[in-house]
């Protein structure tokens, strides 16, 4: 189990000290959520923001594309700490070729579904990706609430990763906090993604102890 904390809703004028108290406490990944205005109605930050933590901190980078045309911008996400780079299966026609691109690049491939969007769309390329991202809230805006539809998501992925022996790893990203995180790890989730209630937190480090004691 890792625990992703989303710099999205970090202090950007202390990125930097942020990230560090999150690695010192334990934290396993950064998760990067980049957001264009088209796909999503809010706009995040690009790869320069992420590249300014290279060598600042030894964590990886897993990185969610929420933006239209994913493949004109992907080699920009590529550094030496990016382990996955994720694509919205809403956002690629040509979903086969995008996930195909990302290893070309020699990154992990994911794919990420909205709520509303069934499991079914991924059956063709199952044992193509190395993750899946649930999204628990419409993507575009960090502090919603979790929508109770993605654990049973969660646990039906599950399911289908035990049957057809796959080995992508479950991410789950949107509303989760101490309260509800353990029921989403306890139905197969094996990557948590929290941003507020990780940054929002009034000792951030204190808070993903907190997490990790729970996983
Ligand atoms: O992808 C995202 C929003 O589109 C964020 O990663 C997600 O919402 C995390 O923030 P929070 O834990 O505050 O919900």
Redesign the pocket.
């Known amino acids: 189990m890792r625990l992703a904390p ?1 710099i ?2 970090s202090d950007f004028s202390r990125l930097g000290e942020e990230v560090e108290e999150i690695e010192k406490a334990g934290a396993h990944v950064i ?1 990067v ?1 980049v ?1 264009d205005g088209h796909f ?1 109605p809010n706009i995040s930050y690009g790869a320069a923001v992420m590249k300014s933590l290279c060598g600042k901190t030894a964590l990886p980078f897993d990185v ?1 594309l ?1 933006i239209e045309n994913p493949d004109q911008y992907l080699e920009d996400f590529v550094t030496d700490q990016t382990e996955y780079i994720t694509v919205h299966q809403e956002a690629c026609p040509h979903l086969h070729r995008t996930l195909q691109h990302i290893k070309g690049v020699g990154v992990k491939a994911g794919v990420a579904l909205n709520p509303a969007t069934p499991l079914s769309v991924l059956d063709y390329v199952l044992e193509e990706v190395d993750l899946i991202l649930i ?1 628990s ?1 419409n ?6 609430k979790f929508i109770p539809s993605a654990l049973r998501k969660v646990q039906e992925l599950e399911e289908i990763r035990r049957k057809r022996d796959c080995g992508f790893v479950i991410e789950i ?4 906090n101490l309260q509800n995180v353990k029921k989403v790890t306890d139905a197969g989730v094996q990557l948590v ?5 990780v940054f929002g937190a009034e000792n951030i480090g204190r808070r993903v102890n907190e997490f990790l004691e729970l996983f």
């Open positions: 989303s999205l809703s998760h959520d957001m999503v969610h929420m999204m809230v993507p575009g805006f960090g502090g919603q990203d949107g509303g989760i993604v929290a941003g507020s209630s």
